[in-house]
């Protein structure tokens, strides 16, 4: 049984500089986001107990190649990318129909891994449009996943407790950060990772019909605006007196 | 002409200082008050393929390149040079067996130093000096050993188990030649760790050598080839010299601009005071001019299977960046104000290590004598 990944390339945000608001996004090296990386370290783990590969699963324009090999160093054993210049842009169900199509490339597939959203954009919407365009069912907020012969076994973070689910696979399931630390590559992993295996497709070999225009504008996404209150306080007492004034301190 | 990182050393790059923040960062404390690495980060750069990145596979080696050594020791260095230096001289050491050593030797020491289970050292200066002419060490020939007297000074990582390159004169030639001796062998010992005043984590001793005995195959290389094997050690040295005060300037600019941005003074960050915008644009500069001097260093070497060939820009390298990072610690402290001196900042800690970098790995005094040289003789 093997285990994909899908993972998203994204502009490395310690390199972004914001003008008027807006991020900079000239000559920002492409890289793959931080939850990604977590998405992967677990299913390198889960990889042992299902004597599979884990197949690390993209889209994107010509740097896709490149940039998966950060994937492929830190455990990923073989990749599908599906390389168009015009999906640098593309809007979430574009993405999530040309993944689908790519995933339905790969054999004997059992478990579908995703982060749960987007470092970039963290709009969360790919990982459905996917589930629900294989037909399998999909579990969210996962932050520790087992594998029992024909289930998985999913232990969910929700606000207050977590959840433990039983799942029939083959499942798409999105993980939290906390689910594994991302492991440091090894230099010979990094050296080692252009040679492994790479089947790349264009929009055209997957025989999915892309739509001319976007179903989804993004209008903006700029961080909310704070002010702050300027209150000065001169003890912790004080402090606390005013949080729970304002009832700050319930939850 | 490209001025751009590949993707693998980009993730190189990464890589060490992930490592750097991640494992080194929270142990500072212990190597500053312990003079010594702690186990678990020795481990860690085993992992990681640290102690061997720009040796050839062929021997254990990364494979990795000169190019991205740079790039690890900057990052490494960034967050300790003192860890750094480990790395740099086992590198260096095996840098000498591989060009040098016969295939025996090779295949004796190299795999265990490339691993990181043992760790070479290398020595060259002697009480007196630097200087090769002023070697005494002697290596004396009997029958089919040597038999190596002498004292070599201020020497890094002999107090680890490992292979030890070690420069004497040859008693049939009188040249200088490497010879390759195994640390606390018989007649092998060390003086206590110098009390040094920076660069924690990598103590300096001096090692004494009486009567140990080496097969003759320790020698490296050729007898008449002396000064070829020291042309090329002197140039490799200094490779991992650069890289790692090229790291020192690194951590007193993220130190400043940290700094800076969140010091207020009169109402309002330093940064907006144009005379520390200055200290900072001036601080830019001199990083960005030094870090192309040190990456074009490791191009070079690359480049060049005759390490020998880079000695000139090896040493003008080395130079550069080793002064530039005394000038950059200097500013870093004067941008921090008083607290640039209390020992809970880390730019106290830059400015003492920085000021190691002209002193060592030959003198910048004496380098600018052996640059004359160089140049003055292309001229004719």
New interface residues.
């Given amino acids: 049984m093997n285990i994909v990944v899908a993972v998203k390339q994204i502009p490395d945000l310690q390199q972004i500089r914001i003008r008027d608001r807006r991020p900079v996004l000239d000559y920002v ?1 492409c890289v793959l986001g931080d939850i990604d990386k977590s998405a992967l370290e677990a299913a390198v783990e889960l990889k042992e107990s299902v004597q599979g590969r884990v197949i690390v699963v993209s889209a994107g324009n010509g740097e896709i190649e ?2 998966v ?2 994937a492929l ?1 830190a455990g990923g054993d073989e990749a599908v990318l599906v390389e168009d210049d015009t999906l640098a842009d593309a809007d979430s169900s574009v993405v999530a129909k040309v993944l689908a199509a790519a995933i339905r490339k790969i054999d004997d597939v059992g478990v579908i891994l995703f982060g749960e959203g987007s470092a970039d954009n963290y709009s969360g919407r790919v990982v459905s449009a996917v589930a629900a365009d294989l037909g399998y069912p999909q579990v969210g907020y996962a932050k520790q996943i087992e594998v029992d012969g024909p289930l998985a076994r999913v232990t969910r973070s929700l606000e207050d407790s977590d959840e433990i689910i039983e799942v029939p696979l083959p499942a798409v399931i999105s993980v939290v950060s906390e689910i594994k630390e991302p492991r ?5 992993s ?2 080692k ?2 040679k492994k295996p790479k089947a790349i497709y264009r929009l055209d070999d997957l025989g999915i019909e892309i739509p001319s225009g976007k179903n989804i504008t993004t209008i903006s996404n700029l961080a909310p605006v704070s002010e702050r209150k300027g209150i000065v306080v001169k003890s912790v007492d004080e402090l606390v007196k005013i949080l729970k004034s304002e009832r700050r301190l319930e939850r | 002409m490209e001025f751009k990182l590949t ?2 050393q ?3 790059q990464k ?1 060490a200082r ?2 750097a923040d ?1 494992s080194i960062e929270p142990a500072i404390d212990h190597i500053m008050k312990e003079h010594a690495i702690p186990q678990e980060i020795l481990d860690g750069m085993k ?4 102690f061997c ?1 720009p040796i050839s596979e062929a021997y254990g080696g ?3 390149g000169y190019q ?1 050594y740079v790039l ?1 020791l900057e990052q490494i260095a960034s967050v300790s040079p003192g860890v750094a230096i480990v790395i740099s001289v086992n590198c260096f050491g095996l840098a000498a067996l591989e060009m040098f050593g016969s295939e025996e030797v090779k295949k004796r020491y190299m795999p265990g130093a490339c691993t990181g289970k043992n760790i070479m050292s290398i020595a060259m200066t002697e009480p007196e000096g630097a200087d090769p002419r002023l070697v005494k060490t002697t290596a004396v020939r009997e029958g089919d050993e040597y038999v190596l007297n002498g004292t070599k000074r201020f020497i890094t990582a002999c107090g680890y188990e490992g292979p030890l390159v070690i420069f004497a004169r040859e008693s049939d030639t009188g040249q200088i030649c490497g010879f390759v001796v195994e640390k606390f062998c018989e007649g092998y010992s060390i003086s206590e760790p110098w009390d040094k005043m920076g660069l924690p984590g990598t103590p300096m001793y001096d090692v004494y050598l009486k009567d140990v005995r080496i097969p003759v195959g320790n020698m490296l290389g050729e007898l008449n080839q002396g000064f070829r094997i020291l042309k090329n050690s002197i140039a490799l040295g200094k490779i991992g010299i650069s890289s790692i005060f090229l790291g020192t300037i690194l951590a007193a600019y993220e130190e400043c601009m940290k700094y800076a941005g969140e010091r207020i003074y009169l109402g309002k960050p330093l940064t907006q005071f144009q005379y520390v915008q200055g200290d900072i644009v001036d601080i830019a500069m001199k990083y960005e001019a030094a870090r192309w001097l040190a990456y074009r260093l490791g191009y070079l070497a690359d480049m060049n299977e005759d390490k020998g060939n880079i000695i000139k820009d090896s040493a003008l390298t080395k130079m550069f960046v080793t002064n530039t990072a005394v000038e950059v610690a200097r500013s870093a402290i004067n941008i921090h104000g008083s607290y640039g001196l209390m020992e809970n900042y880390k730019v106290s800690r830059i400015w003492r290590d920085s000021i190691f970098g002209p002193q060592t790995e030959g003198t910048n005094a004496l380098l600018r004598s052996v640059v004359a040289m160089d140049i003055l003789k292309r001229s004719k």
């Fill in positions: 090296p490149d940039t090999k950060e160093a440091i590559p090894s230099v010979t990094i050296l990772a252009r | 993707k693998e980009e993730l190189i890589t992930d490592f991640r992992e990681l393929d640290l990145l990364a494979g990795a991205s690890a």
